[in-house]
Every structure is written in structure tokens, then in C-alpha cells.
């Protein structure tokens, strides 16, 4: 009888392409933040990718989000490879020393909790600036950015006039997102440190 099973990853929409982005960039021994860890999903992949030597640090201004974080690891018994932070992203300086080889934002709101807390232009471009000298060699931040609730639209926009305003000679920058959907749909950015490599 034949699978069922999908043959390949299903790409709706940004976060599953960020996932494929971090399967490949993510390696044993890799230090790596999630900057907003809402659901624990994008905290549980980090933590599967970085492996016994490596190690997560989860941020979230919300106790529910980190205590589903939570219960997420302890169900893969790997709550050991990640520091869960209850603080903003802006204190990535603050509580996390460098290198890091990845950082992850998945900007908005907790889902299934009050929208009347979500991440913020300010907070989220100081975080974005902290990352960036947090970053190893080739290291990548990605960003899924949700122009299409109230406030979502400023803050997409603040990040990336942000993004595109970095050297192109010390950072690589994508902006990928689907094209058959609404204008405010959900897009990903992708910023990798260049300032080490040869391509210039």
C-alpha cells in the first residue's frame, strides 16, 4: 500500500521555509537564540538541530508561552539543551554572550493568548541590532514578519527598511515570501553575516 506520507515538506507560507533554512544552516554544537519562543515549536527544532553539545536560548516576555515551551521539551526530553528566559529580546546582550550561529524571530503574537501583547518595532530592531553582534561567521538571523494585523504592518515595514539599509558587503539579505497571496500575507527575511566570506 502507498504512503501516504508527504514526499516533501509542505511550504505554506514562511515558517516551514525558515525550518528548512535552519535544517540546513543548524549543526551539532551550535549556540542559537529564539528570540520570541511563543509555541515552542521553532525552540524544539533548534533544540533537535544543535544536539548534546550544543545549546538554545528561548525568550519570552510571556510565562505561558515558556511554560509551553516547556512542556514541548520535556516531551522530547531535551529540556536540557535550552535556557528558557523569561525577558524581552532586547536583553539579548545582556543574557547571551557570542558566537551564536543562528537567531530566529517569529514576530507578532502568542498564538491562542490575548493579542494585545505582540512584539514591538522598537524592542524588535533593538533585538535585531544585538543579533547582529552576537552573530559567528555565516551566521543567520531569520525573521518572519506578519504585516497583516494591526500594528504588524508598521513593524514588517520598520524591519525591513532595517534589513535593506545593511552593507551588502558585510550581510546577505533575502526577502522570501509567497507570491499568490494577499499583499499583507506572512514573508521570511533572511540576513547571513558575509564579513568573513570571500564572495564580495
Given at each position: 500500500?502507498?504512503s501516504?506520507?508527504a514526499?516533501?515538506p509542505?511550504l505554506?507560507?514562511p515558517?516551514?521555509l525558515s525550518h528548512?533554512?535552519l535544517?540546513?544552516?543548524?549543526q551539532?554544537?551550535s549556540?542559537?537564540?529564539?528570540?520570541?519562543?511563543g509555541?515552542?515549536?521553532?525552540?524544539?527544532?533548534?533544540?533537535?538541530?544543535?544536539g548534546?553539545?550544543?545549546?538554545?536560548?528561548?525568550?519570552?516576555?510571556?510565562?505561558?508561552?515558556?511554560?509551553?515551551?516547556?512542556?514541548?521539551?520535556?516531551e522530547?526530553n531535551?529540556?536540557?539543551?535550552?535556557s528558557l528566559l523569561?525577558?524581552?529580546?532586547?536583553r539579548?546582550l545582556?543574557?547571551?554572550?557570542?558566537?551564536l550561529?543562528?537567531?530566529v524571530?517569529?514576530?507578532?503574537?502568542?498564538?491562542g493568548?490575548?493579542r494585545?501583547?505582540?512584539t514591538?518595532t522598537?524592542?524588535?530592531?533593538?533585538?535585531?541590532?544585538?543579533?547582529?553582534?552576537?552573530?559567528?561567521?555565516a551566521?543567520?538571523?531569520?525573521v518572519?514578519?506578519?504585516?497583516?494585523?494591526?500594528g504588524g504592518?508598521?513593524?514588517?515595514?520598520?524591519?525591513?527598511?532595517w534589513?535593506m539599509?545593511l552593507?551588502?558587503r558585510?550581510?546577505?539579505?533575502?526577502?522570501?515570501?509567497?507570491?499568490?497571496v494577499?499583499p499583507d500575507?506572512p514573508?521570511?527575511?533572511?540576513?547571513?553575516?558575509?564579513?568573513?566570506?570571500?564572495?564580495?
Amino acid at each position: 500500500m502507498p504512503s501516504t506520507k508527504a514526499p516533501h515538506p509542505v511550504l505554506r507560507g514562511p515558517v516551514p521555509l525558515s525550518h528548512l533554512l535552519l535544517q540546513r544552516f543548524i549543526q551539532s554544537g551550535s549556540r542559537v537564540i529564539d528570540a520570541t519562543c511563543g509555541n515552542g515549536k521553532d525552540t524544539l527544532l533548534l533544540a533537535e538541530l544543535v544536539g548534546e553539545t550544543g545549546h538554545v536560548w528561548a525568550f519570552d516576555i510571556q510565562q505561558e508561552a515558556l511554560d509551553r515551551t516547556a512542556q514541548r521539551l520535556a516531551e522530547q526530553n531535551l529540556q536540557q539543551r535550552v535556557s528558557l528566559l523569561h525577558a524581552g529580546h532586547e536583553r539579548l546582550l545582556e543574557l547571551v554572550k557570542p558566537p551564536l550561529h543562528g537567531v530566529v524571530f517569529n514576530l507578532g503574537w502568542l498564538p491562542g493568548a490575548a493579542r494585545e501583547i505582540a512584539t514591538g518595532t522598537a524592542t524588535t530592531l533593538t533585538a535585531l541590532e544585538a543579533s547582529l553582534q552576537l552573530l559567528a561567521p555565516a551566521g543567520l538571523v531569520l525573521v518572519t514578519c506578519y504585516p497583516g494585523h494591526a500594528g504588524g504592518d508598521q513593524e514588517a515595514a520598520a524591519v525591513q527598511k532595517w534589513a535593506m539599509s545593511l552593507s551588502s558587503r558585510s550581510y546577505f539579505v533575502w526577502r522570501m515570501g509567497q507570491l499568490n497571496v494577499t499583499p499583507d500575507a506572512p514573508f521570511c527575511l533572511l540576513i547571513q553575516d558575509g564579513r568573513s566570506s570571500d564572495v564580495r
